[in-house]
Nanobody, 124 residues
Framework: QVQLVESGGGLVQAGGSLRLSCVASGSTFSRYAMGWFRQAPGKERQCVAAIGWGAGRTFYVDSVKGRFTISRDNAKNTVYLQMNSLKPEDTAVYYC????WGIGTARRYDYEYWGQGTQVTVSS
């Protein structure tokens, strides 16, 4: 069982930056692939970035490539999402998710555990 708690969301102007953090409970964090998903009102939940359990594989959706960076610190049981050059279309609730022994896919249904989400709002 893994519990995930996100933080770092907020209101930022277009062009600004935010760093999201997700802290996981338990001692086996390094065995989990971690993903960051987002869901805007009226839209499906979408994976924006993911990192495999060994951190050797990462995924980014095309719309965030070059702007967002996912990283993990296994010693701190934490995964990060650094978001730069934010755009109004990045506005959404951002969720982190964990997939045991996963490789870091974009498929929502690969992930067994989810956080409660943190709101990111980008004003124009």
């Amino acid at each position: 069982q893994v519990q995930l708690v996100e933080s770092g969301g907020g209101l930022v102007q277009a062009g600004g930056s935010l760093r999201l953090s997700c802290v996981a409970s338990g001692s086996t964090f390094s065995r989990y692939a971690m993903g960051w998903f987002r869901q805007a009102p009226g839209k499906e939940r979408q994976c924006v970035a993911a990192i495999g359990w060994g951190a050797g594989r990462t995924f980014y959706v095309d719309s965030v490539k070059g702007r967002f960076t996912i990283s993990r610190d296994n010693a701190k049981n934490t995964v990060y999402l650094q978001m730069n050059s934010l755009k109004p279309e990045d506005t959404a609730v951002y969720y982190c998710a964990a997939d045991y022994w996963g490789i870091g896919t974009a498929r929502r249904y690969d992930y067994e555990y989810w956080g409660q989400g943190t709101q990111v709002t980008v004003s124009s």
